[in-house]
Structure formats: C-alpha cells, structure tokens
C-alpha cells in the first residue's frame, strides 16, 4: 500500500526541490520508490489475471531540463505505465501518485499518423458503437466522459457537419479516473485500480479491433 510517508516525501520534494535537499533526503525517496513498486508489481499481477500485459515501467523521478524554462531537478510525483502486448492490443494503463493530484488514466494518449487516421474513418463510418460504450451508466460511473486534444474545425478530408465529428476532431482519446489522498492511502487501493481499469476493457476491445483491421473488417495482422 501507498503510506503516509511516502505522500509527506512527495509534499516536502515540492517545496524542497533542489539537489541538496534531495541528497540528504535520499534514504526517504529510496523507500517510497520501493514502496511504490510494491504498489505497481500487485497492479502488474491483477491486470495480468484478466489481460494481456507484458511489462510496465517506473518512469523516473528525474526530469530532464535541457530544454525546459522550468529547472527543477525532480517531478514531486511517480509514475507507472503498464504495457498491453502489441500488435493485436491496443491502449494502455497509467497510474499517477502526487499528494492532491493523484489520477488514472487510460486509453490513447498520443496515437500515431496512422492509426488516428483509421479511428477518425471508423468513426466517421459509423459512430454508434464507440458512444454505446461510452454512454454506458457503470462505465460513466468510473470513467467520465472521453477527454482529449483536439482541432477546432475539422481534420482535413472529414466534413465539420459530420454527426460524429465530436470524436473525429479529437487528436487524443483517453479517459481519467481521480482519487483523493485518502483513497490512495487505502489498501485496497491496487484492488480498486485494477477494478477500473477492468471497467474500460469494452473501449480496449472496440479500439484494438478497429486497429488491428481495415474499413471491411479484415484483419490487418
């Protein structure tokens, strides 16, 4: 489980954050980092139990400032992606641990040229399915509604009279879920994680079979 400790690290690295205070802090960001992939290896054997995941990853604690107008040294949160196995699954999971901020996010963050181009013309085909899913009460319950950057018209070669053009014009297709502190600290809360993260599987299947085949349905792998 997240502790107590490891929110207070994570506090005091935000209003600490230079390199001095992190090195005589080092043995405190040693056991929240282990902590923390305590978390993501109980989430890792969960997913497991009821989808393809391959690998995840502890991004880390280090931010890279070369090209950045802010310096600080460190994020004052962690990060875990988890991977589904590629080409026939599609989407992925995240988990995010920031005292007063902690989220997880799910879905496609930042798709490639291609397969935007195929989920704008899936939708364009026919829309009914995706807002099937999406219009569900138990799965608005847990994922809210889609989220994502988007143009301000219409991408090029689609109409912006479209009825589907909401989704088309998106550039990114991902939901979030958010938890207070107190809901991190909870030991259940790898067991709650997973529980939503099993809730977007209906958009993962829709989505990998829309990318894994073309316009005709045939199977692209």
Same mark, same amino acid.
């Given at each position: @489980?997240?502790?107590?400790?490891?929110?207070? /690290?994570?506090?005091? +690295?935000?209003? *600490?954050?230079?390199?001095?205070?992190? *090195?005589? *802090?080092?043995?405190? /960001?040693?056991?929240?980092?282990?902590?923390?992939?305590?978390?993501?290896?109980?989430?890792?054997?969960? $997913?497991?139990?009821?989808?393809?995941?391959?690998?995840?990853?502890?991004? &880390?604690?280090?931010?890279?400032? &070369?090209?950045?107008? !802010?310096?600080?040294? =460190?994020?004052?949160?962690?990060?875990?992606?988890?991977?589904?196995?590629?080409?026939? =699954?599609?989407?992925?999971?995240?988990?995010?641990?920031?005292?007063?901020?902690?989220?997880?996010? #799910?879905? /496609?963050?930042?798709?490639?040229?291609?397969? $935007?181009?195929?989920?704008?013309?899936?939708?364009? #085909?026919?829309?009914?399915? @995706? &807002?099937?899913?999406?219009?569900?009460?138990?799965?608005?319950?847990?994922?809210?509604?889609?989220?994502?950057?988007?143009?301000? %018209?219409?991408?090029?070669?689609?109409?912006?009279?479209?009825?589907?053009?909401?989704?088309?014009?998106?550039?990114?297709?991902?939901?979030? &879920? !958010?938890? #207070?502190?107190?809901?991190? +600290?909870?030991?259940? /809360?790898?067991?709650?994680?997973?529980? %939503?993260?099993?809730?977007?599987?209906?958009?993962?299947?829709? @989505?990998?079979?829309? +990318?894994? #085949?073309?316009?005709?349905?045939?199977?692209? $792998?």
């Amino acid at each position: @489980m997240i502790s107590v400790e490891t929110l207070d /690290f994570l506090k005091d +690295l935000k209003a *600490n954050n230079n390199r001095d205070w992190f *090195n005589d *802090n080092k043995k405190r /960001f040693q056991a929240a980092q282990a902590e923390v992939k305590k978390v993501a290896d109980m989430l890792y054997d969960l $997913l497991k139990t009821h989808d393809a995941v391959d690998d995840f990853k502890i991004f &880390r604690i280090y931010r890279d400032v &070369r090209f950045s107008a !802010n310096k600080q040294p =460190y994020k004052t949160h962690f990060g875990i992606s988890f991977h589904r196995q590629k080409p026939e =699954y599609r989407g992925g999971y995240y988990l995010h641990i920031e005292p007063g901020g902690s989220f997880l996010a #799910t879905g /496609f963050w930042n798709p490639e040229k291609g397969d $935007l181009k195929r989920i704008r013309k899936e939708f364009e #085909t026919d829309a009914s399915e @995706m &807002r099937e899913i999406m219009n569900s009460k138990a799965f608005q319950a847990i994922w809210g509604h889609i989220q994502g950057d988007e143009v301000k %018209s219409a991408p090029k070669g689609f109409s912006k009279e479209h009825p589907a053009i909401d989704l088309i014009r998106k550039k990114q297709y991902f939901f979030t &879920r !958010n938890f #207070t502190d107190k809901q991190v +600290l909870d030991p259940k /809360f790898p067991e709650e994680a997973d529980k %939503s993260f099993r809730a977007i599987r209906p958009y993962f299947n829709y @989505m990998s079979d829309v +990318l894994t #085949t073309d316009l005709n349905g045939v199977s692209l $792998l």
